[in-house]
């Protein structure tokens, strides 16, 4: 059995959009980040870096912080979602791009954009830029593609469960997505499914999945 400790954001959201896509039992914790849940001794033996998501794997005693780490050990634990021989390699890359640059710079558009407006042109116009040059490289990316890795035209991925709950708060990010056309399809692609939907509300609802 899984605890999976979690709050409503993109982070968050990646893990419990694994855990139903996989179809495994688990148990989820709410860390109301709002409240300073994130910042007590429990959590911080789990996740030293005070964030949300971690997990504990009581069947290992495996526990682990950092959202693509954790989706790298679930994917290998249960063998899915990670494609095998040569598009291996290619899944991890794109996992790595959104854990290197889609979450820190996105997040820094929340910050400033959506929640500090009016205080810092410099970073709202810096950080939205760069939102927007990775809009372009995830658009370009999936030219001719259903998912961001695999072969042929691709195949659903931990790297399009990295990236989607991110893209997902477009409206918060300022973006049309009309604008990168097959990013608006991939995205609404992965929204139609069961698991994304149900993902999306852990640890409670907050809003239903936007669509463009
Ligand atoms: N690199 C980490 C980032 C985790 C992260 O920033 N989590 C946010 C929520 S999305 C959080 O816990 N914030 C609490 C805080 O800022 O104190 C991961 O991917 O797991």
Redesign the pocket.
């Known amino acids: 059995m899984i605890d999976l400790y979690t709050?409503t954001?993109?982070?968050?959201r990646?893990a419990s959009i694994l855990l139903e896509e996989l179809g495994i039992d688990y148990t989820v914790r709410a860390?109301d980040?709002s409240k300073g849940d994130?910042?007590a001794p429990k959590f911080l033996k789990i996740a030293p870096?005070?964030?949300?998501?971690a997990i504990v794997d009581h069947d290992t005693g495996v526990q682990m912080?950092?959202?693509?780490a954790?989706m790298l050990y679930l994917a290998e634990k249960y063998g899915r979602f990670l494609p095998e021989g040569d598009a291996r390699w290619p899944a991890v890359e794109w996992l790595m791009w959104q854990?290197g640059g889609v979450?820190?710079m996105f997040?820094q558009v929340h910050h400033f954009v959506k929640f500090n407006s009016g205080k810092s042109a410099y970073a709202e116009e810096r950080y939205s830029k760069e939102a927007k040059r990775l809009y372009g490289v995830l658009d370009r990316r999936l030219d001719g593609r259903d998912y961001i890795a695999g072969a042929g035209r691709g195949e659903y991925s931990i790297a399009d469960m990295a990236s989607w709950p991110w893209i997902s708060r477009y409206e918060w990010q300022q973006i049309d997505l009309n604008e990168f056309p097959n990013v608006r399809d991939w995205y609404v692609r992965v929204a139609e499914r069961p698991a994304v939907q149900r993902g999306y509300q852990v640890p409670r609802y907050v809003n239903d999945v936007p669509l463009p």
């Open positions: 709050w954001t993109p982070n968050g990646k860390i980040i994130q910042f870096n005070n964030r949300i998501p912080m950092e959202s693509g954790i854990m979450g820190p997040g």
